[in-house]
């Protein structure tokens, strides 16, 4: 059976994601869901790809990198900070926990 799809944001699904996952630990809220389990639901609603700009990103890397220093980053796969931050360290970059940038790789050769 075809389903409507919706369009929504990324900020959108990072606050339904966040309410899904606080929701499921919360007594009296939980996950019930008898179609799809809570991974298959993370899955589904963070499928897409966004582009963001290297400035916003490293800001924005800045705030979870001091998070997770004070023990609360979260992400709703249940990764620490060091695996979700692979998932920014593509192609000739990778993350700077130090100066809190994404580095160019230095070119062997």
């Known amino acids: 059976m075809e389903q409507t799809r919706f369009r929504i944001s990324l900020l ?3 606050v339904l994601l966040y309410h899904v996952h606080r929701g499921a630990k919360t007594e ?3 996950f019930e869901d008898c179609d799809r389990t809570l991974e298959y639901l ?3 609603l963070a499928q897409f790809k966004y582009t963001v700009s290297q400035s916003a990103l490293e800001s924005a890397l800045w705030s979870c990198n001091l998070m ?3 023990g609360e980053f979260w992400c ?3 990764k620490s900070f060091d695996d979700w ?4 360290t593509v192609n000739d970059y990778k993350y700077d926990k130090f100066y809190n940038v994404m580095e160019e790789r230095k070119k062997r050769g």
Do not use: H
């Open 68 to 70: 997770d220093e004070q």
């Open 42 to 44: 993370t899955r589904s």
């Open 12 to 14: 959108d699904a990072v």
């Open 28 to 30: 009296g809220v939980g």
């Open 85 to 88: 931050i692979k998932n920014f």
């Open 76 to 78: 709703p796969e249940g």
